[in-house]
């Protein structure tokens, strides 16, 4: 026999005693348990969401008020500086930065059409602070403890740096509920 098989050997034999039946398949179970939950993570569903064709966005042609004001009707829950007066979008990150795949949710009304939207609010991470146009509106805001509705966190989480820079404020769809 070789060295590697009475090596492999040994260890399964030291293994199987130091173990049972039982508790191999404890061990067994709570990995499978614990992988079939890796879905319900943020940051998986947020990935899963990304795919998706982005729903269709509120009437351009009427006047809703300035995008780059705090007062914007989309700005009704955020916490934080506008990409669009950082060299981004309401859709999109400026230059240099990544939009974090984690996010916070408000349900937004627009003045111009009548209906609530589902509005959220992307974190992008990697320059410095753009220290632009700074809004700070609580519609809706819950203590930190419920962390899906606090805007008072840094969301930079899965991204390369968790360096804050700006706010996007991204149209889900229109809210169905009240």
């Given at each position: 026999m070789?060295?590697?098989?009475?090596?492999?050997?040994?260890?399964?034999?030291?293994?199987?005693?130091?173990?049972?039946?039982?508790?191999?398949l404890?061990?067994?179970?709570?990995?499978?348990?614990?992988?079939?939950?890796?879905?319900?993570?943020?940051?998986?569903?947020?990935?899963?969401?990304?795919?998706a064709?982005?729903?269709?966005?509120?009437?351009?042609?009427?006047?809703?008020?300035?995008?780059?004001?705090?007062?914007?009707?989309?700005?009704c829950?955020?916490?934080?500086?506008?990409?669009s007066?950082?060299?981004g979008?309401?859709?999109?990150?400026?230059?240099?930065?990544?939009?974090?795949?984690?996010?916070?949710?408000?349900?937004?009304?627009?003045?111009?059409?009548?209906?609530?939207?589902?509005?959220?609010?992307?974190d992008?991470?990697?320059?410095?602070?753009?220290?632009?146009?700074?809004?700070?509106?609580?519609?809706?805001?819950?203590?930190?403890?419920?962390?899906?509705?606090?805007n008072?966190?840094?969301?930079c989480?899965?991204?390369?740096?968790?360096?804050?820079?700006?706010?996007?404020?991204?149209?889900?769809?229109?809210?169905?509920?009240?």
């Amino acid at each position: 026999m070789s060295r590697i098989d009475r090596w492999f050997t040994n260890w399964t034999r030291s293994v199987a005693r130091r173990s049972s039946r039982r508790s191999f398949l404890a061990q067994l179970a709570a990995v499978v348990v614990g992988g079939s939950t890796l879905p319900l993570l943020p940051v998986a569903r947020a990935q899963g969401n990304a795919k998706a064709p982005a729903p269709d966005e509120p009437d351009a042609s009427k006047a809703a008020g300035d995008p780059g004001e705090c007062d914007y009707w989309r700005h009704c829950a955020i916490d934080g500086f506008l990409c669009s007066c950082c060299g981004g979008t309401q859709k999109s990150c400026p230059p240099g930065t990544e939009m974090s795949p984690v996010t916070w949710i408000g349900t937004c009304h627009n003045p111009a059409d009548g209906k609530d939207y589902i509005i959220s609010y992307n974190d992008c991470c990697g320059k410095h602070v753009c220290g632009l146009c700074y809004c700070h509106r609580n519609e809706g805001d819950k203590p930190e403890y419920f962390a899906a509705r606090s805007n008072d966190i840094n969301w930079c989480f899965g991204t390369k740096s968790i360096v804050y820079n700006c706010s996007t404020a991204i149209v889900l769809g229109v809210a169905t509920e009240k």
